[in-house]
């Protein structure tokens, strides 16, 4: 699916290369641009919006929040795609046992499916925030496709819990023209995230645990999975095996951990 929004960034690029050329003589008719400058101004548009759509911190299409303040040793974990059985039970269950709270962005059509669940998490004291309803790729797309994904799942959160989510992450974290602006008119504030830690690929335990000590810095949102899209059953025991570990490593390094609000709110981030 990368490839396919890569090549749909690409064709809007040369468009957008052509008409700034187009432009440009329009504004200056006396101007020649060389045979050289419209590639060099494809290549430059083409990495600008790359950046702009896959990049987790790129504020292209709006300011996302992908870090806390970098002024005391806090850590937030986040845990993307679920609920999934019997993986989200156990994630709450490892953080239950090590007084941990935090943010798990959800997906609707896995709410219809795992309903009950989302009764633990918000027992447990964690955060919940909205991921879509079907994980569906979002850059490309307008602004009230973008709003039935966040409303769909925010009336079952609603529904399920009696509250309103207020943080959204979209699927991949993947960006365009309309989402960050849609999201904020529907009440949320969008999060990213500080380093993944690819967990999806199942890369094995411990390389999950190698690659989150790595990504634990001062005010870092770390991404987990504790689904995969939409799968049914997808395997997410490498991540049940890691979790305990990396808690207990980012303890030892003097980390506490925080939902993602409160690392805003500590962060003093207004959005
Ligand atoms: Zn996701």
């Given at each position: 699916m990368k490839i396919k929004t890569g090549l749909a960034v690409s064709v809007f690029s040369l468009s957008f290369t052509f008409s700034i050329i187009l432009f440009l003589k329009m504004v200056f008719p006396g101007l020649k641009p060389g045979t050289g400058s419209a590639p060099i101004i494809f290549l430059i548009v083409q990495t600008t919006l790359l950046w702009g759509v896959?990049?987790?911190?790129?504020?292209?299409f709006g300011r996302v929040f992908w870090r806390g303040s970098k002024g005391w040793p806090v850590l937030a974990l986040t845990f993307d795609d679920g609920p999934t059985e019997p993986y989200t039970s156990a994630v709450v269950e490892i953080l239950k046992q090590y007084d941990v709270r935090a943010t798990f962005f959800l997906l609707g059509r896995k709410l219809e499916l795992y309903p009950e669940v989302i009764k633990k998490i918000a027992e447990g004291g964690h955060e919940i925030g909205n991921h879509g309803y079907s994980h569906q790729v979002l850059p490309l797309r307008f602004p009230a496709i973008i709003r039935s994904e966040i409303q769909r799942t925010e009336e079952l959160i609603i529904a399920l819990t009696g509250r309103k989510p207020d943080l959204f992450r979209a699927p991949h974290g993947w960006k365009g023209p309309f989402l960050v602006r849609t999201a904020k008119r529907c009440g949320y504030r969008v999060i990213s995230w500080?380093?993944?830690?690819?967990d999806t690929d199942r890369p094995g335990s411990h390389k999950i645990i190698e690659r989150s000590l790595k990504s634990m810095k001062i005010g870092a949102i770390l991404l987990f999975h504790?689904?995969?899209?939409?799968?049914?059953?997808?395997?997410?025991s490498q991540l049940l095996k890691a979790l305990p570990v990396i808690i207990d490593k980012a303890r030892r390094l003097g980390f506490k951990f925080m939902t993602v609000s409160e690392l805003m709110a500590a962060s003093e981030v207004n959005q």
């Open positions: 896959f990049g987790p911190k790129s504020p292209l500080t380093r993944g830690v690819r504790d689904g995969r899209g939409l799968e049914i059953k997808p395997d997410c």
